[in-house]
């Protein structure tokens, strides 16, 4: 079945799916994070041969972390289902209610959007959280993942439908992509008879071609050429804790850091030590001028390194004059995604927290903090990065719309 078909049926299951209330959503959810955990060897069985396909083919170790389910992410990945399922329901609520001039009364009522469509890449969790997101918000989902995550998708899909079908709900509420062509995906998004929402999560390049091809709305997510600037007043250890965590903790991801920016005043002082302490982690580190000419043997960085999302043990070095230049920098190359800045002098602080235009900004903590998880919003459907509708970790809320509800007694106009 072809993309165009799957997204037919999930429009005739998304209007099921619309009389369907909160505790039968949640039901099902909860019911789904149990089949996930029931159906584990399977998962697992299927995430390993994508993994050895992966290495075969030459992914990059980065990316293959990306890729990688273990016990221990499944079972995070099941917690993160039951999580949703227990936020409030975002379905019927009522965001203004008044009485208009005419008698009639009016209210803004939160209602699902219908079919929400994701593109994405390796990352299998992206498989449930979607699932279970835009089940909760009422909503059914046709994703669209990378080749090299089809059979682990499709075994974590399968945990879904299974909870579905025991709940007596259609199968059609979630779609899978099976493989399909470029010229395929491509009719997929400007499929605008069945899909009423586009969300991309993956790489710049993804998210560019998306938008580039889409005639259905988008949500830009995901790529994040993220930053952290260390002010001349930074606490050079708390500094040190920031950038190894922003840029070690996992590389590939959205939220790790991909330039470090540093303050001149202290550069003598701080670039040796930091850049010994991510050189015996195995960070290799382009950088400027300047900041050659401190530390010997970094790599040169051109203007392309200042744009580039790594996703890897790489990233770049810049030395800076004050916190105006790095801002600066950050709005020339960024992806208004998440930026940190480390100082203990107030003015420096506001001057950043308010210069910066990213959906997150970060005063003396990490990047990787921007996640829904870490926010309390449960799994997310992918962080944003544009300013209409939804902006940063996106949460339930975000994955609703509204409607006007008008009772009268008769009146006419």
């Known amino acids: 079945m072809n993309l165009i078909e799957q997204a037919k049926l999930a429009k ?58 273990n016990d221990t992410r499944l079972a995070a990945i099941a917690e993160g289902v039951r999580q949703v399922a227990a936020l409030e329901d975002p379905v019927g609520k009522v965001l203004e209610e008044r009485q208009i001039s005419c008698g009639i009364h009016l209210k803004k009522v939160s209602v699902p959007i219908g079919v929400i469509g994701i593109i994405f890449e390796s990352r299998p969790n992206v498989t449930a959280d979607c699932a279970a997101l835009c089940f909760k918000a009422g909503s059914a989902c046709v994703l669209k993942g990378g080749k090299e995550s089809y059979r682990s998708c499709k075994a974590i899909t399968d945990a879904m439908k299974e909870a579905l079908q025991e709940n007596g709900i259609t199968t059609d509420a979630l779609m899978l992509g099976e493989k399909p062509s470029h010229e395929e995906t491509e009719q997929f998004m400007a499929c605008r008879e069945y899909v009423d929402l586009l969300i991309p999560r993956g790489s710049k390049r993804l998210i560019r071609t998306v938008v580039e091809h889409a005639k259905i709305p988008v949500i830009e997510t995901g790529a994040g050429v993220c930053h952290v600037y260390v002010d001349a007043t930074a606490d050079f250890d708390m500094a040190d804790k920031i950038i190894l965590n922003a840029k070690l903790s996992r590389p590939s ?9 540093v ?19 195995g960070v290799s580190i382009y950088a400027d001028e300047s900041s050659r000419a401190i530390v010997e043997g970094l790599l040169e960085a051109t203007d392309e390194s200042y744009h580039t999302e790594y996703n890897d043990l790489i990233m770049n070095l810049r030395i800076v004059e004050d916190v105006d230049q790095a801002i600066e920098h950050i709005e020339t190359y960024g992806t208004h995604h998440s930026d940190a800045i480390v100082t203990n002098d107030a003015v420096s602080r506001d001057k950043f927290m308010n210069g910066i235009d990213s959906a997150c900004v970060y005063h003396n903590a990490s990047t990787r903090f921007t996640d829904g998880f870490e926010f309390g ?7 944003s990065t544009q300013k209409l509708h939804a902006r940063g970790p996106m949460g339930l809320n975000e994955l609703t719309t509204y409607a006007y509800q008008l009772e009268g007694k008769g009146e006419t106009r």
């Open 12 to 69: 005739i299951a998304s209007r099921q799916l619309r009389a369907i209330d909160g505790k039968t959503r949640d039901k099902v959810l909860l019911d789904f994070a149990k089949t996930l955990l029931a159906n584990k060897d399977e998962i697992l069985k299927e995430n390993a041969a994508d993994v050895a396909e992966a290495r075969q083919n030459g992914m990059s170790q980065a990316m293959i972390d990306r890729l990688v389910i």
């Open 253 to 261: 991801v959205c939220n790790a850091m991909e330039t470090l920016l």
């Open 263 to 281: 303050n001149k005043q202290i550069a003598q002082e701080y670039l040796p030590r930091i850049t010994s302490l991510l050189r015996e982690k």
């Open 377 to 383: 919003l449960g799994a997310e459907i992918g962080i």
